[in-house]
């Protein structure tokens, strides 16, 4: 199959294989550990390929995108389908996705109040979780 058609299903199936993996999974993970365990389930693609994916994923709201301090970027299937925030632990990488009003206000008077218009955002609260501080 050549053409446009054989480009949409080659993409289908890896956003369908990168879903699955991420679905496997409540934890935050990288690009790379993606792909590592893409290839591990046989799966022939690259890198690249699975950065664009995740980046459609985001995009469409199907997939959380978070950065950590140093920079990288993380990935995790999402839970619910509304605007939300995480709490992520440090040491072990659990994660709870929190919503919160008043966060949503401050965030939108904040904007207002510096004349920003259409404005998004995303928050993420580093820390150790129960299990860990108990440690």
């Not at 690009?31 to 699975?50: F, M």
């Not at 995108?65 to 389908?81: A, I, K, T």
């Not at 929190?98 to 510096?114: F, H, K, L, M, T």
């Not at 404005?119 to 501080?133: D, K, M, P, W, Y």
């Amino acid at each position: 199959m050549n053409g446009p058609a054989a480009g949409m299903t080659r993409h289908t199936r890896q956003r369908a294989q990168v879903l699955a993996l991420l679905a496997g999974t409540g934890e935050f993970r990288s690009a790379q550990q993606l792909h590592a365990g893409l290839r591990d389930r046989g799966a022939a693609v690259g890198l690249t390929t699975v950065y664009r994916t995740l980046q459609l994923l985001v995009d469409a709201g199907e997939v959380d995108q978070m950065r950590l301090p140093g920079g990288e970027q993380l990935y995790r299937r999402c839970s619910h389908n509304r605007h939300h925030h995480h709490l992520v632990c440090r040491r072990c990488g659990a994660t709870v996705e929190v919503e919160d009003p008043v966060i949503e206000r401050w965030a939108r008077a904040q904007a207002a109040g510096y004349g920003f218009t259409d404005v998004s955002h995303t928050l993420e609260i580093f820390g150790l979780c129960a299990a860990c501080s108990s440690h």
